[in-house]
Each structure stands twice: as C-alpha cells, then as structure tokens.
C-alpha cells in the first residue's frame, strides 16, 4: 500500500548498514516488499500477520512509520504505549501522538534520506535516552488518549451539546 511507505521505509533502513527491520502484518504488496529488501540486501523480517504485537513492541527498540498519508494511528498509539519512541512523518494526526523531540522524532513524508537520517539518530541514542523518549511517549499517550480520558471528552461534549438545546 503506498500510503503507508513502505518503499520509502526499506530504502532508508537499507541505506543505514545496520540493524534488523520488523515488518508484521500481510498485504497485496507483500511480494514486492520482500523483493526489495532483497534486491537493497536489507535484514528485514516480514513476520505476517502476528497476535503478539504488544509482545513485538516491548521486545523492540523503537518504531518507525513512513506514512504518506494517515488518520489517528492506531500503530502509533499502541508503540507509544508500549514504551517505543517513534520516527515518523508528519501526516495526519502523528503530531498529535509524537511530540517532536520529546517522543520522538516527526519529519516530512517521501523522503528516504531525511527518514533515514532520522531512523540513525534514534538508534544511536543511548539507551538511557531513547528508553526516556519511549517513556515520555508512553505518558503523553496515557495523559491524553486512554479511554477514561476519552469518555471524559465525549461526556464534555455531550454536556456542552444538551446546554445548547435545553
């Protein structure tokens, strides 16, 4: 799916030399995915379709997201709650998730470089810094997106809507 960046994402990760890549989940691109990694020599693990997530999360050292084109991630949402500092591009609504050098870092899409050079900064933090990060993520996301807070949002609004017609 080109909305999701995935071309972008196997590019930039191959181009850092190091590291291994976890891609969970199945689609119609699938084949030309694991084509690419190939051909760019890149040690990405596509892992299909997966119940473990949560348990892939904390076993991980960040999360990285190259959307072209997003909502409200829900994938966002649960790494931030697992822990993970996030690289990810500015669409949508990841600038609500990710506090840009606070949980992690938010860059503009369609760039494998810039991505790239992103993806390195996180994984040569200390892991004293980068566990800081995914902490402070882990806060934000709890402070504003669990789901008493939400009802609270949605009862507030209720309220508001029935002063207005009463």
Request: with cysteine; charged share 20%.
């Amino acid at each position: 799916m080109w909305k999701k960046g995935y071309g972008q994402l196997l590019r930039a990760f191959a181009s850092l030399g190091r590291g291994v890549l976890l891609v969970a989940g199945e689609g119609p691109q699938e084949a030309e995915l694991r084509a690419l990694a190939s051909e760019l020599a890149a040690d990405v693990r596509f892992l299909g379709q997966r119940s473990d997530i949560a348990d892939l999360m904390c076993a991980s050292d960040a999360f990285v997201q190259a959307s072209v084109v997003e909502g409200l991630s829900v994938a966002l949402l649960e790494a931030a709650s697992s822990g993970l500092a996030s690289v990810t591009t500015d669409v949508g609504g990841t600038a609500e998730i990710v506090r840009h050098e606070r949980t992690g870092y938010i860059l503009p899409p369609g760039n494998a470089e810039t991505l790239a050079a992103a993806m390195s900064r996180m994984m040569s933090l200390p892991v004293a810094e980068r566990r800081a990060l995914g902490l402070a993520a882990r806060d934000h996301v709890a402070s504003h997106y669990e789901a008493a807070v939400e009802l609270s949002k949605w009862e507030d609004l209720y309220r508001e809507l029935l002063a207005k017609w009463m």
